[in-house]
């Protein structure tokens, strides 16, 4: 038995520098209908910035992010992955895997029709968004990488990666917005307050435990076949693909390596450093992280 647990809007209200409307796009799970969360501002522009997140965050990530990018004429969409912010979520972890993530923000993105996009991914974001971006190839027109991959199961994950996923799975009473600080150069109180409004509980807490289990480990994970599909279709990608990973996360060090040597777009692209960051480079320098993005808007 397995319960769908809805957001309790109310505990988002005190959120400081959050003022975004609320849009929802209900896609079906094997589990039921469940509903995403996502911000949708300049929604008459032609050129679509989406920017996606990973665990242990929210659309609230991207806080510092949003309005320049609004300013500057695009329209910027960032989604609450299900399990995640204002999204709904599952009780049991189990019903959250890889394959299920692609397909519930594939039937999102078909939805609300996104086109024209220029993807920001970070994390989980990227895991997910470059598979989208490799199966809607004529939605998506640009593609900014940062701290994120897309694992095969062929390399080996790095120890840090390791003590974190054994950190998820048996730590009791999770402090969720700790794991956010912990990627970053600190965070005051109201933003891990805004971290831990989407889990009021433990049973809310069951997609942020169960991410770092269904990220490709070995060659005998069900998702290889289809992210070596989609790394097919990238080494194709001749579209502008620009790495901006951080100088400071332990995580994904290096991994924008394989994105340089096999994706054609990544040629003459201005790839930068994100200077002074942790894994959680959104927070720690957004200027920086705006500007990469708006470095190939022009290409």
């Avoid at 200027?287 to 290409?299: L, R, T």
Wanted: glycine share 6%.
């Amino acid at each position: 038995w397995m319960e769908i647990l809805k957001t309790n809007l109310e505990d988002f209200k005190n959120i400081e520098n959050w003022e975004y409307e609320e849009n929802f796009c209900t896609v079906n799970s094997r589990h039921g209908d469940i509903n995403i969360h996502y911000v949708d501002e300049n929604s008459d522009k032609q050129e679509t910035i989406l920017l996606m997140h990973g665990n242990p965050t929210w659309g609230y990530l991207y806080r510092n992010m949003i309005d320049p990018l609004k300013e500057a004429g695009y329209r910027v969409v960032v989604p609450d992955l299900p399990g995640f912010g204002k999204s709904d979520k599952f009780t049991s972890r189990y019903h959250y895997t890889y394959e299920e993530f692609v397909d519930w923000m594939s039937q999102w993105i078909e939805g609300i029709n996104l086109k024209n996009i220029t993807l920001f991914c970070q994390d989980w974001g990227g895991l997910i968004g470059l598979r989208l971006a490799a199966k809607y190839d004529e939605r998506f027109k640009r593609i900014v990488a940062a701290n994120t991959g897309l694992p095969t199961g062929k390399a080996q994950l790095n120890s840090g990666f390791l003590v974190f996923k054994e950190f998820m799975n048996i730590k009791e009473n999770l402090h969720v917005a700790g794991q956010v600080r912990n990627g970053t150069n600190g965070l005051d109180q109201s933003v891990l307050d805004a971290y831990n409004a989407p889990f009021p509980d433990e049973s809310y807490k069951q997609g942020v435990r169960q991410f770092p289990n269904i990220v490709p480990s070995s060659p005998m994970t069900p998702s290889r076949k289809f992210n070596e599909e989609a790394w097919e279709k990238l080494k194709k990608w001749n579209k502008p693909f620009l790495c901006a990973f951080s100088d400071n996360d332990p995580i994904f060090a290096g991994v924008e390596n394989s994105f340089l040597k096999y994706i054609p777009g990544c040629e003459n692209m201005p790839h930068v450093t994100i200077k002074n960051a942790g894994h959680f480079l959104q927070e720690d320098n957004p200027d920086a992280c705006v500007k990469a993005i708006m470095s190939i808007m022009d290409f």
